[in-house]
């Protein structure tokens, strides 16, 4: 599951993150929101966890480069561990290429102070910053997300089918994890299935739901090969 932010605005109802986390960003107040979505989240999968043992879920949450650049991540995810009582295996902190770039020698000390917590770390929106090869090597990562551009065309256009099929191979060869983002068709799950793609995470499955609604979905009649979803 990913954990997204909602604000639900007194007089312009339910706002979807684009309309205010950049906002956020600029003014810095996406730090302690950063730190108040990771707290909900690491609880309720804690929550989830105890009273279904035997199907257990892990959670993703974002990471906003204001957030690294801070440098209060590790605490925050320390807090929200302890509290909550989540296995830090089941928590992955998804960061942006253009963060990770924004400063390499910081960032790797950052990133391996958070892998030491024993969490995964993931580069969400792979192929849309700048691509360098050169962060994969330096830095303790567990997931690459192939962004929903590529996604779009997998199965389709075979220059978007030839972009994701490299990024899964050099998911592969690296040990990590491939996650394809936006997946919305059955036809391009089956491209990805075929291109041997890890996970999938899209509306194919289900759209954004409030976490109260999400144990119905979670039933075992509804289990899928490949299944990641927007919480």
Not at 88 to 108: F, G, K, Q, V, Y
Not at 109 to 137: M, P, W
Not at 214 to 228: G, V
Request: aromatic share 6%; with cysteine.
């Amino acid at each position: 599951m990913e954990a997204l932010a909602r604000w639900e605005h007194p007089t312009r109802g339910l706002l979807n993150p684009i309309d205010f986390i950049p906002i956020a960003e600029e003014t810095g107040l996406v730090v302690p929101l950063g730190s108040i979505m990771l707290e909900r989240a690491c609880h309720d999968i804690a929550e989830w966890n105890k009273e279904h043992p035997g199907r257990p879920l892990g959670v993703s949450v974002n990471v906003s480069p204001r957030q690294l650049a801070a440098g209060g991540v590790p605490g925050a995810v320390t807090a929200a561990l302890t509290v909550s009582g989540l296995d830090p295996a089941r928590l992955c902190l998804e960061i942006t290429e253009t963060a990770l770039l924004d400063d390499l020698a910081s960032n790797a000390l950052r990133l391996r102070t958070l892998k030491d917590l024993g969490i995964s770390l993931a580069v969400d929106d792979f192929g849309t910053g700048y691509s360098s090869l050169l962060y994969l090597k330096q830095f303790p990562l567990d997931v690459l997300k192939i962004d929903r551009l590529f996604t779009a065309g997998v199965g389709l256009n075979e220059d978007d089918t030839a972009i994701v099929g490299a990024v899964i191979g050099l998911a592969e060869t690296l040990g990590l994890t491939s996650v394809a983002e936006g997946v919305e068709t059955s036809e391009q799950l089956a491209a990805l299935v075929d291109l041997r793609c890890d996970h999938g995470q899209g509306f194919h499955w289900k759209g954004p739901v409030p976490f109260a609604d999400l144990q119905d979905w979670m039933q075992p009649s509804r289990a899928t090969r490949m299944a990641a979803t927007p919480v």
